[in-house]
């Protein structure tokens, strides 16, 4: 092997696409692993530049997202020892996320460690703790209880626990659930509503009030609904869909946001209202989730057409945004809307997470609505002046400080 071979930056770009795009539709067949890693291994034992290891390093990490339990390929061992004494951060960090991938436990330990530490970068011990959950690491699952109390892993912490089921977990989310923040608290009720057993804690956190109501998103008490049947509407009350109701309720709604009613709004507290309700899933201005459509370049000054896809947001909706529901093997219940697919995975946009990767064999059901991912009812969940003040918000034509 000539050690002084090192690729130029356009070749290391070329082979990073070749590399990812060989790998993505046919790793299903470990044989068809062989040819692509041992090229890559190759390459990378041959090159000491640091910027095309870490590009195709990247490229490998790219083309395994969402697997595990994969066979290192020949000469990884030998090289991961080289390339974790690396000066540049990108290579050391990409190459102990490929040996979990390829089941390093030394590896793994390491990982483990740097989660833990306070003195590593919020951001690297983040994407450490989601490669160690995403590779069902029990170690991590059990760090999550710790985790959630320190300031920069909390909402880690409690979006990790949908990802590997603990037993631990409905305690841990409920008990801390008082003194969490908006946005926290939010993650909670979603990640109870992941898994069957999860939900049934929050059902009963419902019934003793430890959770109110209102607490409850409507999209969640949807999935809610779905796992739980009527032992959930019992208790929350009907999840019903409004299209047969439409008419009435947006004759409502255009009566209540009269020209008189919005004049006298206030688009900064319908800002805020937006934040609590919208922004999980849609963009306005820059800022916002990405599974719905972003709202800024829509038809806002139009209030029937805000408070159509509003009041019923299922009316008329694009294949795009229809909802992808999947059960994985491990009773994990997941909604979103699909971005990606290959022969291996599946991509997900969900409110919680803007890229969401389940590897096809841990796909149990899979199932697509032609409900949007926006959850019918959404403005009876507010009070008439917020309704109005969110409206208002909607039909601005620039951005406006968010109320204190």
Known sequence: MNASFNLSPARASACLLAISLALSPGAADAAEDAEPFALLVETLESSDDSGVQAALLKGMLLGLEGRRNVAAPAGWTTLSRKLTTSENDAVRQRTVALSQIFGDQAAAARALASVQDPAIEAGQRRSALSLLLNQQNRDASDLLKSLIDDPAMTLDAIRGYAVVENEEAPSVLLTRFPKLDAQQRRAVIETLA???VYAEALLEALNNQQVARDDVPAQVARSLNALLGERFTETFGEVRAVSEDRARLLQKYK??????????????????????????????YGEGGEVGPDLTGSNRANLDYILLNSVDPSYDVPDAYKTTSVLTVDGRVINGVLAEEDA?????????????????????????????????????????????????????????????
Do not use: W
Not at 256 to 263: D, E, F, M, V
Not at 366 to 388: F, H, K, N, Y
């Open 344 to 404: 291996v995975r599946i991509v997900l946009k969900t409110a919680e997470e803007p890229r969401l990767v389940v590897a096809k064999e841990d796909v149990l059901e899979r199932s697509v609505s032609p409900t949007s991912m926006m959850p019918d009812g959404q403005l009876d969940q507010l009070d008439e002046q917020a309704v109005i003040d969110l409206i208002k918000y909607l039909r601005t034509t620039e951005q406006v400080e968010t109320a204190k």
């Open 255 to 284: 009566t209540l946001c009269s020209p008189t009613a919005i004049a006298a709004a206030n688009a900064s507290r319908g800002r805020a209202v937006f934040q609590k309700t919208c922004a999980a899933c849609h963009t306005l």
């Open 194 to 196: 992941s898994r069957k």
